[in-house]
């Protein structure tokens, strides 16, 4: 019997493939690539969004902080459109998978994820897997960001486990080790490849699933 009660998964990385690099978003919003003297403006305008995913800052202020960030070379406007594709799709398999530790007896599944407002209320209609957590919980809404320990803290006492019971698991290194830190179990997941297949492997390592 696992000691596992709450199976927990960050949003970004792990259960929704999104864009890793300004480059990428472009991309994925049909805009053409315009030369900039930045190699990546999520480098530049960090205090920004470190702010906006707190909750700090709103939608059209960071737009415009990025737009600023990047010369001018697109408008706040086009950063909204860059914004707006920047997720791009549910990993297969992983809503199957959340319906499947929904139906385990004594578990409970959570999100918890570093996002904004703006991509959040997209898990309602666009992302469905997210949705079927049982908690969802993410860092504009918590006023603290991964890895940030507050962040586990106020989870803890947001959804009512023991840290000891909690199974996470993040694609982002520094966030994984916060977790341990904090006294969860916590694993690493590759975004760059299969994620449920991943999960389903440590999930049996956990006892979790046969």
Not at 16 to 44: H, M, P, S, W
Not at 183 to 196: M, N, P, S, V, Y
Request: aromatic share 8%.
């Amino acid at each position: 019997m696992s000691d596992i009660r709450v199976v927990c998964f960050d949003w970004g990385g792990v259960l929704l493939r999104i864009c890793r690099t300004f480059d990428e978003g472009v991309k994925a919003a049909g805009l053409d690539q315009r030369k900039r003297n930045t190699t990546d403006v999520y480098d530049v305008r960090h205090d920004a969004a470190s702010r906006y995913q707190i909750g700090g800052m709103s939608d059209k202020a960071f737009f415009n902080n990025v737009s600023r960030s990047v010369d001018g070379l697109y408008t706040p406007e086009e950063v909204a459109q860059i914004h707006d594709a920047w997720l791009l799709g549910e990993y297969e398999g992983v809503r199957e998978l959340i319906e499947e530790l929904n139906d385990v007896a004594d578990l409970e599944t959570a999100v918890l994820s570093n996002t904004n407002e703006r991509h959040w209320q997209r898990r309602l209609t666009d992302f469905p897997a997210c949705s079927l957590a049982t908690h969802q919980q993410a860092s504009h809404l918590l006023g603290f960001a991964k890895p940030d320990p507050r962040i586990f803290t106020a989870f803890v006492n947001r959804v009512g486990v023991n840290a000891e019971g909690l199974l996470y698991f993040d694609d982002l290194k520094a966030n994984v080790d916060a977790a341990i830190e904090a006294g969860w179990q916590a694993e690493l997941i590759d975004h760059t490849g299969d994620t449920c297949a991943q999960l389903r492997a440590h999930l049996a390592a956990h006892g979790v699933l046969d």
